[in-house]
């Protein structure tokens, strides 16, 4: 599988998870299942830090920086400016 099509898979999975864990089902996880998945999370911080660290400097992207909300939660922005 390509690398790519797994961060897409992978991103969208983790999507998925963070609904769950913020409904009452993350309630039913115990202290080892939630250190399994923290240091999964800490493992792949450090190593696309890493990675990030061994590339060299680019422009600026053209896209906003991610935010973890959800896109069916996102308030619509207004142009005009408050009165």
């Known amino acids: ?8 898979e992978f991103v969208n999975q983790g999507r998925e998870i963070l609904e769950r864990l913020r409904s009452f ?3 039913d996880l115990n202290r080892v299942e939630l250190h399994v ?11 696309v830090s890493r990675r990030t660290q061994d590339q060299p400097p680019q422009s600026p992207s053209p896209f906003p920086p991610f935010n973890s909300q959800d896109q069916g939660t996102k308030k619509k922005v207004s142009s005009e400016e408050p009165k």
């Open 37 to 47: 998945l923290e240091v999964q999370l800490y493992l792949l911080e450090r190593e």
């Open 25 to 27: 089902e993350g309630n």
């Open 1 to 8: 599988m390509d690398l790519r099509l797994a961060i897409h």
